[in-house]
T-cell receptor
Framework: QQPVQSPQAVILREGEDAVINCSSSKALYSVHWYRQKHGEAPVFLMILLKGGEQKGHDKISASFNEKKQQSSLYLTASQLSYSGTYFCGTVSSGNQFYFGTGTSLTVIP | KAGVTQTPRYLIKTRGQQVTLSCSPISGHRSVSWYQQTPGQGLQFLFEYFSETQRNKGNFPGRFSGRQFSNSRSEMNVSTLELGDSALYLC?????????????FGPGTRLTVT
């Protein structure tokens, strides 16, 4: 079951904040966040595990609501380098890994 | 450490042919996963190998298969190619269980089926 992300696309000015949401219909073991720039491979940002453990970059923050099977990625004080497509990835009890529908983020000067 | 490498980077095949793609994970990584990326379907999971055993498989037809060798290198094979198989195929490696650990992606193999 592919998780659904919202919004599908967002345009920000440098310094503005954004929130990207990821929602699954299945109970989740973990949620992963990746960013992919055009023509490049996805790059790891963060993992949020059931039970509250998080691993990732210091400048990235995210939340994981286990009861609602939802996660949000918070991008603050955006920089031009934040532009790209953000994907959440979810792992449920069946150990299947599903990437979300993607959110295109564009930061303009 | 060297990153994940994939060969070849680009490939053009005709319908009905078969193709083999190769992935070398980061040294010491035992988990290798394969993904298909297309504009219409996004990133879709194909399968995961851990210590030469297939641990998980996505919803792809049997024409898609893979294997992992004792040195953790992995190959993916697609037989009887169809036009819809045109995609970017990404390989990712993880040091341990990819449920709890980050995946490192290779640059991908761009497959075009004509």
């Amino acid at each position: 079951q592919q998780p659904v992300q919202s919004p599908q696309a967002v345009i920000l000015r440098e310094g503005e904040d954004a929130v990207i949401n990821c929602s699954s219909s299945k109970a989740l073991y973990s949620v992963h966040w990746y960013r992919q720039k055009h023509g490049e491979a996805p790059v790891f940002l963060m993992i949020l595990l059931k039970g509250g453990e998080q691993k990732g970059h210091d400048k990235i923050s995210a939340s994981f609501n286990e009861k609602k099977q939802q996660s949000s990625l918070y991008l603050t004080a955006s920089q031009l380098s934040y532009s790209g497509t953000y994907f959440c990835g979810t792992v449920s009890s069946g150990n299947q890994f599903y990437f979300g529908t993607g959110t295109s983020l564009t930061v303009i000067p | 450490k060297a990153g994940v490498t994939q060969t070849p980077r680009y490939l053009i095949k005709t319908r009905g042919q078969q193709v083999t793609l190769s992935c070398s994970p980061i040294s010491g990584h035992r988990s290798v996963s394969w993904y298909q990326q297309t504009p219409g379907q996004g990133l879709q999971f194909l399968f995961e190998y851990f210590s030469e055993t297939q641990r998980n498989k996505g919803n792809f037809p049997g024409r898609f298969s893979g294997r992992q060798f004792s040195n953790s290198r992995s190959e993916m094979n697609v037989s009887t190619l169809e036009l819809g198989d045109s995609a970017l195929y990404l390989c990712a490696s993880s040091s341990h269980d990819r449920r709890s650990y980050e995946q490192y992606f290779g640059p991908g193999t761009r497959l075009t089926v004509t």
